[in-house]
């Protein structure tokens, strides 16, 4: 599986973006799909997955209520909607696949096996 992710870029505090990660190789319709971000100097930290088998999504409580994890099957990709950014939000995003990933490894590196290549949200105060 390969994913490309698109759609960062310079925003306005209160702004919105939607990012896009788009699977080629495989459908993704099985996969769990994972959002996960790292900002300068920090840890790559989990901000959303939408389940596989089920499409349930899992968030984040900094974005929770802000966010929203989608996906389109017939495009075989995975949108994350982002709404009311911060500035904290800056970061580069990343998306994730992952096969038969637990609801305790969702929020977890370790829990996929796939991953694209990042795309910048810079949100400006």
């Known amino acids: 599986v390969q994913l490309q992710a698109s759609g960062g870029g310079l925003v306005q505090a209160g702004g919105s973006l939607r990012l896009s990660c788009v699977g080629s190789?495989?459908?993704?319709?099985?996969?769990?799909m994972g959002w996960f971000r790292q900002a300068p100097g920090k840890d790559r930290e989990f901000v959303a997955a939408i389940r596989g088998s089920s499409s349930n999504a899992v968030y984040a409580d900094t974005v929770k209520g802000r966010f929203t994890v989608s996906r389109d099957n017939a495009k075989n990709t995975v949108y994350l909607y982002m709404y009311s950014l911060r500035p904290e939000d800056t970061a580069v995003y990343y998306c994730?696949?992952?096969?038969?990933?637990?609801?305790?490894?969702?929020?977890?590196?370790?829990?996929?096996?796939?991953w694209g290549q990042g795309t910048q949200v810079t949100v400006s105060s």
């Open positions: 190789g495989r459908t993704l319709r099985t996969y769990t």
């Open positions: 994730a696949a992952g096969v038969g990933v637990i609801l305790s490894s969702v929020r977890q590196l370790s829990g996929y096996d796939y």
